[in-house]
């Protein structure tokens, strides 16, 4: 048996529309999406998926449910093999139990019970705004000076704790709920000489899950006191994580999927007042640094994400790590400012809707270019400064998982910084190559030394391929450039950094992770990538004296000769010179040329691979492949315009 744990964690990470979307062609319908029933024969569209429900209904044949009951409806799953093929779409570890355990029960009766004493809770603090004289005169009297109308402050359960030792841990004890209970939800604080109400004196905002479960606290100091924390959050616990959960979400997903776009503000009254105004797709981070699975939740109900700022410059450069982690999921990020003096609390209770909307698309710009406006001000008159500010600016646009996306904005860099392209993806080449991280390098590395230990290489091929011939034509450009220098730049400390075309080279391949096809140019270039720190003529005398006779004959050949590399270089004043004064066109029109070649070579397999598929009827191979050759198709449009920093093989 699956434990609980586990079945909450795929349930978690689940998304109805992208399982569903598998069997379905679904098209968006208002807040839903709508396809042809797959258990009935039809014409028109009556199958209904909901994301922010997280079911699908299926009009024709009277079906509905989760995705795990669709699984078991349409694939004739049971029910731990509908959970087991969503754990391993999601990379969800299985964790199996042969029975529960008692300590699984208690666990499982844990979490309930500190979910009931949380709606206890809530209902309590509610209930003080409007039927107890503190609660009244304090926390009701707060909302409404801050503009809150009863109708918002019922829609997210506002509340006030009474000021006192422990009034509200009295009631709830006095009501039959355990201490040990309000101990763990962090409600209550349990000394061994006393106990107290954690959010004694506060105005309290309730955290809710995607299920609309009370799951924790925000609490708002009223006093004076400065050595009293202004807000004050629920512990951790069995069911708050702070960094799994957004102020917000529960009440705004279904507004974010009818208007495909989630605002991202800072603390609980920006979400309530721009909620009040009419504008419900909205979230907060609640004031603490944003966080790869808060960036994942708002990922399941949309791809377009606007962060609001206010004015304050140092808090805007402190937040900006989070929007890195926003690019990094491959979300479209927008980033306003709003005028000096202003946050999302004031400008929404001073404007309209249609005006704060029209202020957004008025003056919303896209992340890369804020981010190069903001830190242009700081370096200006100081070479070092930008220095650091471009390679600052470039580590965001590492953080983007589409090449192409990640080209385009090179290209606004360089019109924005006055910068070459060339010399931009020569240092984002560098980032992405350490981004992959010190583990994925010593691994790969690993890889090219069991390769040179155990060669199977006996002698030069007697014919060369077209891919043998572009791998040579590297192998070449290696031998006899490698050392030389290809580009040269200022790291973020102002030293001065140079890229060698071996570096250029070897960071391409790595990029998209290309192996070459040919054993002897596979063997060299991983020999040459694990000697690549020694000069030159240590490089020649390695494998020109190599003890395996097809690298000695293959240098030789490459060393003492003069090969010509493609006829793409002997064009008319391709060559007027030599071939270092053209390295710079030369050595990526290469690499660029062999990226194209494979690309070429995997659209023929692909489509070889749906003609199979259309003989065995196997159609949904056939739509696989046929999604593969769109983006093989576009990727080749990318190549063929000379733009070859595309990641073609992931």
Same mark, same amino acid.
């Given at each position: 048996?699956?434990?609980?744990? +586990?079945?909450?964690?795929?349930?978690?990470?689940?998304?109805?529309?992208?399982?569903?979307?598998?069997?379905?062609?679904?098209?968006?319908?208002?807040?839903?999406?709508?396809?042809?029933?797959?258990?009935?024969?039809?014409?028109?569209p009556s199958f209904v998926v909901s994301p922010s429900k997280g079911i699908y209904k299926d009009f024709s044949s009277g079906k509905g449910g989760n995705a795990v009951g669709f699984l078991m409806e349409h694939?004739?799953?049971?029910?731990?093999?509908?959970?087991?093929?969503?754990?391993?779409?999601?990379?969800?570890?299985?964790?199996?139990?042969?029975?529960?355990?008692?300590?699984?029960?208690?666990?499982?009766?844990?979490?309930?019970?500190?979910?009931i004493v949380s709606e206890f809770a809530g209902k309590y603090f509610n209930n003080n705004l409007f039927h107890h004289a503190e609660g009244k005169s304090v926390g009701y009297s707060y909302f409404k000076e801050?503009?809150?109308?009863?109708?918002?402050?019922?829609?997210?359960?506002?509340?006030?704790?009474?000021?006192?030792?422990?009034?509200?841990?009295?009631?709830?004890?006095?009501?039959?709920?355990?201490?040990?209970?309000?101990?763990?939800?962090?409600?209550?604080?349990?000394?061994?000489?006393?106990?107290?109400?954690?959010?004694?004196?506060?105005?309290?905002?309730?955290?809710?899950?995607?299920?609309?479960?009370?799951?924790?606290?925000?609490?708002?100091?009223?006093?004076?006191?400065?050595?009293?924390?202004?807000?004050?959050?629920?512990?951790?616990?069995?069911?708050?994580?702070?960094?799994?959960?957004?102020?917000?979400?529960?009440?705004? /997903?279904?507004?974010?999927?009818?208007?495909?776009?989630?605002?991202?503000?800072?603390?609980?009254?920006?979400?309530?007042?721009?909620?009040?105004?009419?504008?419900? &797709?909205?979230?907060?981070?609640?004031?603490?640094?944003?966080?790869?699975?808060?960036?994942?939740?708002?990922?399941?109900?949309?791809?377009?994400? +606007?962060?609001?700022?206010?004015?304050?410059?140092?808090?805007?450069?402190?937040?900006?790590?989070?929007?890195?982690?926003?690019?990094?999921?491959?979300?479209?990020?927008?980033?306003?400012?709003?005028?000096?003096?202003?946050?999302?609390?004031?400008?929404?209770?001073?404007?309209?809707?249609?005006?704060?909307?029209?202020?957004?698309?008025? &003056?919303?710009?896209?992340?890369?270019?804020?981010?190069?406006?903001?830190?242009?001000?700081?370096?200006?008159?100081?070479?070092?400064?930008?220095?650091?500010?471009?390679?600052?600016?470039?580590?965001?646009?590492?953080?983007?998982?589409?090449?192409?996306?990640?080209?385009?904005?090179?290209?606004?860099?360089?019109?924005?910084?006055?910068?070459?392209?060339?010399?931009?993806?020569?240092?984002?080449?560098?980032?992405?190559?350490?981004? +992959?991280?010190?583990?994925?390098?010593?691994?790969?590395?690993?890889?090219?030394?069991?390769?040179?230990?155990?060669? &199977?290489?006996?002698?030069?091929?007697?014919?060369?391929?077209?891919?043998?011939?572009?791998?040579?034509?590297?192998?070449?450009?290696?031998?006899?450039?490698?050392?030389?220098?290809?580009?040269?730049? /200022?790291?973020?400390?102002?030293?001065?950094?140079?890229?060698?075309?071996?570096?250029?080279?070897?960071?391409?391949?790595?990029?998209?992770?290309?192996?070459?096809? &040919?054993?002897?140019?596979?063997?060299?270039?991983?020999?040459?990538?694990?000697?690549?720190?020694?000069?030159?003529?240590?490089?020649?005398?390695?494998?020109?004296?190599?003890?395996?006779?097809?690298?000695?004959?293959?240098?030789?050949?490459?060393?003492?000769?003069?090969?010509?590399?493609?006829?793409?270089?002997?064009?008319?004043?391709?060559?007027?010179?030599?071939?270092?004064?053209?390295?710079?066109?030369?050595?990526?029109?290469?690499?660029?040329?062999?990226?194209?070649?494979?690309?070429?070579?995997?659209?023929?397999?692909?489509?070889?691979?749906?003609?199979?598929?259309?003989?065995?009827?196997?159609?949904?191979?056939?739509?696989?492949?046929?999604?593969?050759?769109?983006?093989?198709?576009?990727?080749?449009?990318?190549?063929?315009?000379?733009?070859?920093?595309?990641?073609?093989?992931?």
């Amino acid at each position: 048996m699956i434990d609980q744990e +586990t079945i909450d964690k795929i349930f978690d990470a689940i998304d109805i529309v992208e399982v569903v979307g598998e069997f379905v062609n679904l098209k968006r319908a208002g807040t839903n999406f709508k396809g042809l029933s797959p258990f009935h024969d039809e014409k028109t569209p009556s199958f209904v998926v909901s994301p922010s429900k997280g079911i699908y209904k299926d009009f024709s044949s009277g079906k509905g449910g989760n995705a795990v009951g669709f699984l078991m409806e349409h694939e004739k799953f049971s029910y731990p093999e509908a959970l087991k093929y969503l754990a391993s779409k999601y990379n969800i570890e299985i964790k199996e139990d042969k029975e529960v355990s008692a300590e699984e029960i208690q666990k499982r009766n844990t979490r309930e019970s500190l979910l009931i004493v949380s709606e206890f809770a809530g209902k309590y603090f509610n209930n003080n705004l409007f039927h107890h004289a503190e609660g009244k005169s304090v926390g009701y009297s707060y909302f409404k000076e801050r503009g809150f109308n009863d109708e918002t402050i019922n829609r997210f359960q506002l509340g006030y704790c009474p000021d006192g030792r422990d009034v509200f841990t009295s009631y709830a004890l006095d009501n039959g709920y355990k201490l040990e209970y309000l101990v763990s939800t962090g409600l209550t604080i349990d000394k061994e000489s006393y106990r107290f109400d954690r959010f004694s004196g506060r105005v309290m905002f309730p955290i809710h899950g995607l299920s609309g479960k009370i799951l924790g606290f925000g609490g708002r100091t009223l006093k004076a006191d400065k050595k009293v924390a202004k807000y004050l959050n629920s512990p951790e616990s069995e069911i708050y994580h702070k960094s799994n959960i957004l102020y917000g979400l529960y009440s705004a /997903k279904n507004s974010i999927i009818k208007h495909e776009r989630c605002f991202l503000v800072e603390g609980y009254t920006d979400v309530l007042s721009m909620f009040q105004r009419g504008i419900e &797709n909205v979230v907060a981070s609640s004031g603490t640094a944003l966080t790869k699975e808060q960036i994942k939740l708002i990922k399941r109900f949309t791809k377009n994400i +606007t962060v609001i700022y206010d004015g304050d410059a140092a808090g805007i450069k402190a937040s900006l790590r989070g929007i890195d982690l926003i690019l990094e999921e491959g979300l479209n990020v927008k980033v306003v400012l709003l005028p000096d003096g202003e946050d999302p609390d004031s400008f929404a209770k001073s404007h309209t809707a249609d005006e704060l909307i029209n202020y957004v698309d008025n &003056n919303q710009s896209d992340f890369i270019q804020f981010k190069t406006k903001l830190l242009l001000k700081d370096s200006e008159g100081d070479p070092v400064k930008r220095a650091q500010m471009i390679n600052d600016i470039l580590k965001s646009v590492s953080y983007i998982p589409d090449a192409i996306v990640r080209s385009v904005y090179i290209k606004e860099c360089s019109s924005m910084l006055d910068i070459g392209e060339q010399s931009l993806y020569t240092q984002l080449n560098k980032l992405l190559l350490n981004k +992959t991280g010190e583990q994925h390098r010593q691994n790969k590395y690993q890889r090219y030394e069991q390769q040179r230990k155990q060669p &199977n290489i006996e002698k030069v091929p007697a014919t060369e391929t077209k891919q043998d011939r572009l791998e040579k034509e590297i192998i070449s450009l290696l031998f006899k450039f490698g050392q030389i220098i290809f580009e040269e730049y /200022k790291d973020e400390d102002g030293n001065d950094v140079a890229i060698s075309v071996a570096d250029f080279i070897v960071s391409e391949l790595e990029e998209d992770d290309i192996d070459f096809g &040919n054993d002897a140019y596979k063997y060299i270039l991983n020999e040459y990538r694990a000697n690549m720190t020694i000069g030159k003529e240590e490089i020649e005398k390695l494998f020109v004296n190599h003890n395996i006779k097809a690298v000695q004959s293959i240098a030789a050949d490459l060393y003492t000769s003069k090969y010509e590399l493609s006829n793409i270089w002997t064009k008319k004043d391709s060559f007027i010179e030599t071939e270092e004064d053209k390295l710079k066109d030369i050595v990526p029109q290469t690499v660029l040329a062999y990226k194209t070649y494979i690309v070429m070579e995997a659209i023929k397999d692909t489509r070889t691979g749906i003609i199979e598929a259309q003989n065995e009827n196997n159609y949904e191979k056939i739509i696989e492949l046929s999604e593969q050759i769109i983006v093989l198709n576009n990727i080749k449009q990318r190549l063929t315009e000379g733009r070859g920093k595309i990641a073609i093989l992931r």
